[in-house]
């Protein structure tokens, strides 16, 4: 929205900086707007798409009057203000002309919101889209149905999910479902509700409900029609399966009963080994964190030109919290700069000038505690946020330095070290291993319970329950709790929302006391696959970002320890990262590059195939709990139902180790009955809520390792068959069905197939099984191997051993 209006008024937006110790910013000083002149009479506008054609300019001016001077000349500003640390910026629809004229008479003009070029970018892009449309109108969309599925969700109520993608990819394409009541009804006796158009980094994914839809009865059929004339029906399937039932009546759960800092996370894991000594040991990772302290620091100031604030060199807990500084206005007239300093004390003496006002500016002051060696031992100083620091200062008491940490003093201020819970009764590597880890992400609360319930229930139903003897005795588990304890500290004494750990990468410019809530490193941003700094989307290289990347590729010692682990114990082949909230089932690959969307490589057909299978199990086991259902629309990759998230743990451990890994959004949507509606639980919910959040998820963890012992016993070949699809006259068209996940290897010109010959892949994201095309009569040669690697008919595709499957696929007649 633009305004020409004149007179905007000075404190619509307050020139003020939110400083940490309840400190407010006074006005700027008023300076004279310059004084304008007949040459910024405003010259006929023309488009932004002509040669000389205007811009969106900033324009900083000292203050309000240059504001409103603006105004009066006539100026087309945008309705937008920001204070910097030396006037106000504002933005101007400016020609080329009156962009000089602006300059000539004083004003800082400086680079463009946008420009020509941009607004001819939007332009074709615009007409590019239009021209798709319209080709999209010309003809009939094909619509390829995802998923089509019922659940019941908390309190047995009933949900409809659906995805189908339509050929037609612009925006005015409307897709409709409706459902009937079951078999044999009426098609639209169950309702009908149009559909949302998925898209992510500016790409169509599919379309689907925002949230799913309530049902009365359950569904048989649904019919999806497009407002392109494109129409499908399929089959309503169930989502999950019956919930699992408690493990035996001796079965015990519930060992949580608040949240934990990982103070008190760690000595619950070392206690469980201490008790359980045959089947456990504590793995201490060689990274020790940088550990819950900061240095300490005062501000002194309200104003940005005239503030300053120290920093001091050693640690608040290692003596930063026992230095004072204070600044002192000397009596005496033409008094000079200077600086003592008696113990922790330091005392800066401010310059007067001849008649005894205080003349030092805080970049003086700066300089002067910097170059003072006794000084400079103790603390450094900086002007506020890279401002010149050109104000007076004025005098101030001697204000003791603080870290600002209000943990209690349990909460060691010293490195931390991570620890690590082995489960198993043979520990020897020579059992698979699945690694649990939890807390990433300092503010999610409830998700080293769940990595802790999931522990004690292995460990204390190890004698009486035989399927937890069977988990415990046939794998070796691997419990983190928490990855991130200094973060988590922070958040749960601090400040709650602290996502990241507690390193401070930031320079001067963004380390003052007030940036201390954004300080940090995403750990699950700081891993070396498909990182920021390869590239890839999803990160952010702002020190005070909340997807901080870090300075460089596992530049933390928690994400290195993570590696370390899966490096140090290769049996690892499956893992579980535990995140909130949201209730989502993701895994790799999970970062793409912009602008192009360009995906790090998908799993292949089988793994895929592998990782929905297994979903089953696990969120039903999640389900048994209280009924909580993840939800279709919320499981599967990262990207395809989330985001890109560069640098991610998971794709970490998939792409350079092979592990299998999934990653957990504790905490689903709750279904509130009253309001018919969903309702989100955040990252700290009731500890009532968090509780159960805890209590259903652990039971997916026990599922995990359940899948886990299954792979490591699967000695049984998988069987494949090989189907025509279409026939014609020409060609033939043929797909393969197989009774487990597994990867189907084929030729097409007679050879023995390997492990080298083509691989059946999917159609197309969340899609059915390629459809392949011959155009002759031809001998299909195939052969299947699972995921544990058991080869169908017991081939050996490495030697040629054994027999592959064959069957000739016949172009002509009918099927």
Known sequence: MRSSLTGIRAGRLAAGLALPLALTFSALPVLAAPT????????????????????????????????????????????????????????????????????????????????????????????????????????????????????????????????????????????????????????????????????????????????????????????????????????????????????????????????????????????????????????????????????????????????????????????????????????????????????????????????????????????????????????????YRGNPGAGKVAAAPAAKLTDNLKAPSTISREPFQMKALRIGKKRDGSKVGVFLYCQEHAREWVTPLVCVEAAERLLRNYANDP?????????????????????????????NMQRKNMTNHCAANAGDPASRNSWGVDLNRNFSVGSLFDGYSGASASCTGSTFAGPAELSEPETRNEVWLTHQYPNIKFAMNTHSYGGYFMWPPGAYKLPDRDLLPRSDFGTENFFWDASGHILSSVQAWRGTAIWPGRTGPVPDVLYSAAGNSADEHWFNRGIIGWDFEVGADVYNQTTKGFQAVGFQPQFTEGHEEAMEFAGGQIAILEVARAFAADKQDPESKLQVTARTGTSATFTFTIDEPANIYYTLDGSRPTLSSPKLTSSGMREGTQQITVNETTEVHWFAMDIAGNVEKNYRPDTGRGDFRKQKVEIGGTL
């Open 36 to 383: 304008p002149s007949p040459s910024s009479v405003v010259p006929d506008h023309q488009s932004s798409t002509a040669k000389d054609g205007v811009a969106l300019l900033r324009v900083v001016v000292p203050d309000e009057a240059g504001v409103d001077q603006l105004n009066s000349m006539g100026i087309d500003l945008a309705e937008y203000k920001k204070p910097l640390g030396n006037g106000i910026e504002v933005h101007a629809v400016l020609s080329p002309k009156e962009a000089n004229d602006l300059r000539e008479q004083g004003f800082d003009v400086r680079g463009p919101i946008s420009d020509p070029s941009d607004v001819a970018a939007n332009q074709a892009e615009r007409q590019s889209a239009i021209r798709s449309a319209d080709a999209a109108e010309a003809q009939t969309d094909t619509l390829t149905p995802l998923r089509a599925e019922w659940f019941t969700s908390v309190e047995d109520q009933r949900f409809l999910s659906v995805e189908v993608k339509s050929s037609a990819t612009d925006a005015e394409t409307v897709l409709t479902a409706t459902w009937d009541s079951g078999p044999g009804t009426a098609p639209g006796s169950g309702g009908t509700a149009t559909m949302s158009r998925f898209t992510d980094a500016g790409q169509y994914m599919y379309h689907r409900f925002n949230t799913p839809v309530t049902l009365a009865a359950t569904p048989a059929k649904v019919t999806i029609t497009s407002s392109r004339g494109g129409t499908v029906t399929v089959p309503v399937t169930k989502w999950l399966g019956e919930p699992r039932k408690t493990p035996s009546k001796h079965y015990v759960a519930d060992f949580v009963d608040h949240y934990m800092d990982p103070t008190e996370v760690n000595g619950r894991i070392t206690s469980l080994a201490k008790e359980f000594p045959k089947l456990t040991q504590i793995v201490d990772l060689p990274y020790k964190t940088n550990g819950y302290r900061r240095a300490a620091q005062a501000q002194f100031g309200t104003v940005a030109t005239s503030t300053l604030y120290v920093t001091s060199k050693a640690y608040g807990s290692d003596g930063g919290n026992d230095i004072s500084v204070a600044l002192v206005k000397p009596d005496a007239a033409s008094s000079p700069l200077s600086v003592s300093v008696t113990g922790k004390d330091v005392v800066v003496s401010l310059a007067t000038d001849g008649s005894a006002a205080i003349s030092s500016t805080a970049r003086q002051v700066v300089d002067a505690l910097n170059a003072d060696a006794g000084a400079s031992a103790l603390l450094s100083a900086s002007t």
């Open 467 to 495: 399927r937890t003897k069977k988990l415990v005795d046939d794998l070796d588990i691997f419990v983190l709790p928490t990855v991130n304890p200094d973060g988590a500290h922070y958040s749960m004494y601090d400040y």
